[in-house]
C-alpha cells in the first residue's frame, strides 16, 4: 500500500523523492518522510503527519542536502498515524535509515528480545526492528549489503525494505522479501531510481529492473548489482517501459478519475489492438501458450480475484461457461487460500489484478501453483509480480491509472476476460465459424460504443445535485448485469462515502425489498437482454412501495423509461460486451456524487490502489 521512493546520482536527492513519492499519492498514506545522507556524513530525516504538503513544507523550512536519499509515505499498520511513526526509520546507533512496505509478522518477538538487551525503541512500529538490526551488524564491521543479508533471514512476512548507511555514502541496498508489492530500479544516465512502483521514476527513466522475491541489490551511481538472499549473483533482465510521463497528469481534467473515465475508448482499442485477427475472424492470444489438446483437457478455471475484480471475474464466468463450455468458479483472492480447493493439472487459474502486486491474489496464484494448476493472469502493470508469475497472461492495456477507485482498468478487463473466452472456444472448438467471426465484429465496434458513454453528460450533476445528501443506494441487476450493480455500488460507496448495496434484481423480495422507501434511490440496470421483462417487474416492485428509479436503460426503450423516474441511456451493445458500457454512466454517476459532496476522489480516505498486505 505504502510508496516507496530511492535516489543516488549527482542532483539533489531530496527533491528527487519527493516529487517521486507525489506521483504514488494515489496508492494512500497518512503520513510521510525522506531521510537524506548529508555531505557531513550523518543521517538528516524530515517527517510529517497528513499530506505530502506537509512535508514539502518542512523541506522548504530545513531543506535536506544531499545526493542520495530514501523516501515514504506510509499506511498506519503497527502504531498510530503519528510522526514518530512514519518512516524513514533510523538504527539504534545512527549507522543506518530504512523505508519498508509489508509487515513483519514476528516483530513483538524481535522487539521483546531487543528490549531484553537494553535496546530502546522511538516508535511502536515493525519496521524500527529492521532498522536496529542492520545496525547492529554494520557496529559489528559488515557493510551495508551484508548487515541486511544477516538480518532477512530474522524477519518473517512479506515485506520491501530499501537502507542507506553513511558507512556507505555511494550506495542504497534494496531488498524484496515475498509478495509485499513491487521494487523497481530504474536506470539513468550516472544516476540510479529505486521505487515501489513505476510512475515514480518514469519522469527520470523508462529503462527498470524488478527485483523478484528473495532478492537483493546494491544500488550505486554505476549500476546494480543484484544478488540471491544467499549472495549468488543474479542477471537481471532490464524491462523498457513504454508509458509516457504525460500520462501520468491531470492535463485538462479536475481529477485523475474524470480523466480516467474519458480514456476508456482509447484503453479498450488497445486492449483489442493486435489480439484480434478480423480479416480471419479470429482471435490471437500468443501470450496464453495452449494447444487445442491442452484446452479441450481443461476441467474448469477458477478464477481469483479482489475488488472490482473480483465482479470483473463474475462477468468472466458467463462468457467463458457461455462461448468456452468450461465450467467456472469465482473466488476472493482472499478467501481461497483459507480453504482446501480441489485443484487438478487440467485445472487453468486466473488471477486478475490491476496492479499485479495485490498480495491476497498473488498467494492465491502461489497455492495455485503448489497444486499443479496452469497459471494465468489479466494484469495492467507490466513486469509486476502476477504477470511474471503466470504461464499465460493478457496485459490490459489500459496504461497508467491513477485514480484508487479503478474505471478503465475495470472495463479494459472484461474485453481481456471476453477475448480469453473467445480464445478457448477456438481451441475446444465450441464455437461455430459464424458465431466467432460476428463475435470478432462486434469487438471492432466496440471502442465507438464506448466513446458514446464516456463523455459526461449533464444528467450526471442534475443527479448529483438532486441525492448527494441521501446515506444509502440500492442497485439492481441480472444475469451479465448483476456484477455490473455490483460494481456500481462499490463505485459509489469507495468515493463518495455513501452506503450503496449492489444485489441480484431477482433477491430483492428475499430481504431487500424491507428497505425500499421514498428516501432510498434504486438504479436497475435493465438493457434489453434475456432478462429483460424480469428487470421491468423489479422497476414496478419498487415504484409501488414508492421508491425511486434510477433507470440504466438501453437508448429508445420508452417501456421501461415509463417506468423509471431518472434515465442513464446507453447505446444497444452485444450480449457480452454490454457490461462494458453499462458500468461507464455508474462511474460518472459515483464520480458526480463525490465532487458534489466534498469528497477526495482520487484518494478515497482509507483506500489504496495497491493492496499490498493483508
Not at 120 to 137: I, K, M, P, Q, R
Not at 256 to 269: G, L, V
Not at 281 to 287: E, F, Q, T, Y
Request: aromatic share 8%; glycine share 10%; net charge negative.
Amino acid at each position: 500500500m505504502c510508496g516507496i521512493v530511492g535516489y543516488v546520482g549527482p542532483r539533489q536527492a531530496a527533491l528527487i523523492v519527493l516529487g517521486g513519492l507525489k506521483k504514488l499519492e494515489y496508492r494512500g498514506y497518512d503520513s510521510a518522510g525522506v531521510a537524506v545522507l548529508h555531505a557531513n556524513g550523518g543521517i538528516e530525516v524530515e517527517r510529517a503527519v497528513g499530506k505530502l504538503s506537509n512535508l514539502q513544507e518542512r523541506l522548504y523550512q530545513k531543506p535536506l542536502v544531499g545526493t542520495i536519499g530514501i523516501g515514504h509515505t506510509r499506511w498506519a499498520t503497527h502504531g498510530g498515524v503519528t510522526e514518530f511513526n512514519a518512516h524513514p526509520h533510523v538504527g539504534r546507533n545512527g549507522r543506518v535509515a530504512v523505508v519498508h512496505n509489508g509487515i513483519i509478522e514476528n516483530y513483538a518477538e524481535l522487539r521483546q528480545e531487543m528490549a531484553a538487551e537494553g535496546i530502546s525503541f522511538n516508535s511502536e512500529t515493525d519496521t524500527e526492528v529492521a532498522a536496529h538490526l542492520v545496525d547492529g551488524y554494520l557496529a559489528g564491521g559488515a557493510d551495508l549489503l551484508t548487515a541486511v543479508q544477516r538480518t532477512l533471514p530474522a524477519i518473517q512476512g512479506a515485506s520491501a525494505f530499501v537502507f542507506l548507511s553513511p558507512q556507505e555514502p555511494e550506495s542504497l541496498v534494496v531488498a524484496r522479501l515475498g509478495n509485499a508489492g513491487g521494487i523497481v530500479i530504474g536506470i539513468g544516465d550516472g544516476e540510479m531510481f529505486v521505487a515501489s512502483d513505476i510512475p515514480a521514476i518514469l519522469e527520470y527513466t523508462r529503462n527498470v529492473i524488478f527485483l523478484e522475491n528473495r532478492q537483493m541489490a546494491r544500488v550505486t551511481r554505476a549500476g546494480v548489482a543484484i544478488f540471491t538472499f544467499e549472495g549468488k549473483p543474479v542477471q537481471a533482465r532490464v524491462h523498457t517501459i513504454p508509458w509516457d510521463p504525460v500520462s501520468a497528469e491531470k492535463g485538462p481534467y479536475r481529477h485523475f478519475m474524470q480523466k480516467e473515465i474519458s480514456e476508456q475508448p482509447r484503453a479498450i482499442t488497445d486492449t483489442i489492438r493486435g489480439r484480434v485477427d478480423f480479416h480471419r475472424g479470429r482471435v490471437v492470444l500468443d501470450s496464453v501458450p495452449l494447444t487445442p489438446s491442452e484446452a479441450q483437457k481443461l476441467d474448469r478455471v477458477i478464477i481469483a480475484a479482489c475488488g472490482s475484480s473480483y465482479h470483473a471475474g463474475l462477468v468472466g464466468k458467463f462468457m467463458l461457461e457461455t462461448l468456452a463450455r468450461v465450467p467456472v468458479e469465482v473466488d476472493y483472492g482472499s478467501e481461497f487460500r483459507y480453504r482446501n480447493p480441489l485443484i487438478t493439472p487440467t485445472t487453468a487459474l486466473l488471477a486478475i489484478t490491476q496492479s499485479g502486486e495485490t498480495v491476497d491474489t498473488l498467494a492465491a496464484m502461489e497455492a495455485g501453483r503448489e497444486y499443479g494448476a496452469k497459471l494465468w493472469s489479466i494484469v495492467n502493470v507490466i513486469g509486476s509480480q502476477a504477470h511474471r508469475l503466470a504461464d499465460g497472461y493478457i496485459l490490459m492495456q489500459a496504461g497508467l491509472e491513477i485514480g484508487v477507485a479503478t474505471t478503465k482498468a475495470f472495463t479494459a478487463s472484461l474485453v481481456d476476460l471476453y477475448l480469453l473466452a473467445l480464445h478457448l472456444g477456438q481451441l475446444r472448438e465450441t464455437l461455430p465459424a459464424e458465431v466467432l467471426r460476428r463475435a470478432v465484429n462486434d469487438l471492432a465496434r466496440l471502442p465507438d460504443l464506448v466513446g458514446r458513454v464516456s463523455e459526461p453528460l449533464p444528467i450526471y450533476d442534475e443527479l448529483a445535485e438532486i441525492f448527494f445528501k441521501r446515506e444509502h443506494f440500492l442497485f439492481l441487476g441480472r444475469g451479465l448485469n448483476y456484477p455490473v450493480a455490483l460494481e456500481g455500488a462499490l463505485k459509489l460507496k469507495e468515493i463518495s462515502y455513501i452506503h450503496a448495496e449492489g444485489y441480484p434484481a431477482g433477491e430483492m423480495k428475499h430481504g431487500p425489498i424491507a428497505l425500499i422507501d421514498e428516501v432510498m434511490p434504486v438504479v436497475t440496470v435493465a438493457p434489453r437482454d434475456n432478462v429483460y421483462d424480469k428487470m421491468i417487474s423489479q422497476m414496478e416492485q419498487v415504484k409501488a412501495r414508492n421508491g425511486t428509479v434510477i433507470g440504466l436503460l438501453q437508448e429508445g426503450d420508452e417501456i421501461a423509461r415509463s417506468k423509471a423516474d431518472y434515465v442513464l441511456e446507453v447505446p444497444a451493445a452485444p450480449q457480452f460486451l454490454a457490461p462494458v458500457l453499462n458500468i461507464i454512466p455508474l462511474q460518472w454517476l459515483a464520480y458526480a456524487m463525490a465532487v458534489r459532496r466534498g469528497a477526495d476522489v482520487d484518494q478515497p480516505r482509507n483506500l489504496a490502489k495497491s493492496v499490498t498486505v493483508e
